[in-house]
């Protein structure tokens, strides 16, 4: 089981990956993270759940994807490229991520994939480039 | 629509929006625990509402980004400058961006909205 906790520098309200399905290191990953009432952006409204935030679990997850436990270093995100927003995704949805990585140059890795509710596609990510940088993760 | 950010943003006369970066931004707690730093999507998002401030018609909403380039981080009390140029693709609109904070450029972006009633 893949520590989630160790692996990213995130914490709440931040950190938007709840669980691990199916990891193959170095290749690719399923995740998922729940959508509830209960995160702080519903504070005040209601609808749709941020598009951006679409974005940073399915980011996060390709973190979980390259991360190792007790790494000093975090992934810093570079460049996103063909991010498309397919429907809305509401409270009570389950967000399935599914990352898978291209390639690694250098210092820099690249990750393409999809997030999908209920086996309808949410998103797709056609490039996310990153790279890495010392942060000591947070207690 | 519900967003991550609180800021305030203020159009400008040139057509320009500008927020200023609270330390009391919620995300900070968690991006990172000790080390805040403005998560990049967070700017996306300051980037999405201030392109609906400028927007060339009503009733568009975000249907993917095109390109994003982050250049440099964002920081807690930063002053965050966006400048925008809007262009008509068929049925959609894009939205060329530049997001500038006092150390210079932080990204550079490429949005595409639809109107909120296209299939």
Redesign the interface.
Same mark, same amino acid.
């Given at each position: 089981m893949t520590a989630i906790c160790e692996v990213l520098a995130h914490r709440y309200p931040m950190l938007l990956v709840d669980a691990v399905k199916e990891i193959h290191p170095g290749r690719e990953i399923r995740t998922v993270k729940a959508i509830t009432r209960n995160e702080p952006w519903y504070r005040d409204g209601e609808g749709a759940y941020p598009p951006v935030l679409l974005v940073e679990s399915w980011a996060q997850s390709a973190g979980v994807l390259e991360g190792t436990p007790g790494d000093d270093r975090t992934m810093l995100l570079g460049a996103l490229t063909g991010v498309e927003f397919h429907r809305p995704v509401f409270p009570g949805d389950v967000l399935e991520n599914h990352v898978k990585l291209a390639t690694t140059v250098g210092p820099m890795a690249v990750f393409t994939g999809s997030s999908s509710v209920a086996g309808q596609r949410v998103l797709t990510v056609s490039r996310l480039a990153v790279s890495y940088q010392n942060v000591r993760k947070g207690e | !629509?519900?967003? +991550?950010v609180r800021g305030e943003i203020e159009l400008r006369p040139d057509r320009s929006v500008r927020v200023h970066i609270s330390p009391d931004e +919620?995300?900070f707690? *968690?991006?990172? #625990? *000790? $080390?805040p730093v403005f #998560? *990049? !999507?967070?700017l /996306? =998002?300051y980037v999405?509402l201030g392109a609906l401030r400028t927007a060339p018609a009503p009733d568009l909403e %975000?249907? *993917? %980004? =095109?390109? /994003? $380039?982050?250049r440099s981080p964002v920081l807690p009390g930063d002053d965050l400058t966006i400048t925008m140029d809007w262009n008509r693709e068929g049925q959609s609109w894009c939205c060329t961006a530049r997001a500038s904070t006092g150390r210079g450029v932080a990204a550079n972006l490429r949005l595409r909205f639809r109107h909120v009633d296209a299939p």
């Open positions: - | !629509m519900t967003s +991550p +919620p995300v707690a *968690g991006h990172y #625990p *000790g $080390r #998560p *990049g !999507m967070c /996306v =998002e999405r %975000l249907a *993917g %980004l =095109e390109s /994003v $380039r982050f």
